[in-house]
């Protein structure tokens, strides 16, 4: 019997999350290690664990798997979130490719300055609403179901969800204009498994701090400004 998946990352969100977010959604439990200094992150890299030489990392059916993408690919099919067919698959994945271009606009965030933080901050909600969510919103009106893609859960709306929430975590009325998301939202976290992770004491990481990001720069030698969008 294959043992849980083991999650190699920071203790923080960073592109591990998602990992994080579709495990939980289906109901798996998984290990974490978390980097904590440099010599870690080399023991990893001379072991040939990271192929690319880069974190996320995830060991699954005797795998060692890098590439976020491929990561939540593989969890995906194995757990049966992504779609009954060829086509429902390539609408998740064009579902995905926009939420991932939002979190794009949110993933760098802890490591600006204060002044880029500002400005970011209205860049994504500006991008949230004049973009991404009048996009979700279309679809789930003209789909008139309760998820993304064909009549089931799928990585689609675990992916979405999340993406809510961090933009909610950056303005908190951003979905006022958007009934759908509102009624999907409310959907989605009821969801047995997606309800257990949003509860205290899981797995989810919380917004990243001063901690995590000095933790990342130590880890990864990362000793240049990041600039906003």
């Not at 999350?17 to 290690?33: D, H, Q």
């Not at 795998?63 to 086509?87: E, F, P």
């Not at 794009?104 to 909600?125: N, T």
Request: some cysteine; hydrophobic content about 40%.
């Amino acid at each position: 019997m294959a043992g849980k998946p083991k999650l190699y990352y920071f203790n923080g969100r960073g592109k591990m999350e998602s990992v994080r977010w579709l495990l939980a959604a289906a109901g798996v439990e998984f290990e974490e290690e978390f980097l904590e200094t440099r010599e870690q992150y080399e023991k990893l890299l001379q072991g040939g664990s990271l192929l690319f030489q880069q974190v996320p990392m995830v060991e699954i059916d005797g795998m060692k798997m890098v590439q976020t993408r491929a990561i939540l690919n593989y969890i995906a099919g194995k757990y049966n979130l992504y779609g009954k067919d060829l086509k429902e698959r390539a609408l998740i994945d064009m579902y995905v490719g926009g939420t991932d271009d939002l979190m794009g606009f949110i993933l760098m965030f802890p490591f600006l300055s204060a002044e880029d933080k500002e400005k970011q901050r209205a860049v994504i909600v500006q991008k949230a609403t004049s973009r991404y969510f009048p996009a979700y919103e279309k679809v789930l009106k003209d789909h008139g179901q309760d998820f993304l893609v064909g009549s089931s859960f799928s990585w689609a709306d675990v992916h979405l969800l999340e993406a809510i929430l961090m933009v909610e975590e950056k303005k908190s009325d951003v979905l006022s204009g958007f009934p759908q998301l509102q009624a999907f939202k409310a959907r989605i976290s009821s969801i047995p498994t997606i309800k257990k992770f949003l509860a205290p004491g899981s797995q989810r990481k919380p917004v990243p701090d001063d901690k995590y990001v000095e933790t990342v720069r130590r880890v990864l030698c990362m000793y240049y400004d990041v600039k906003a969008n």
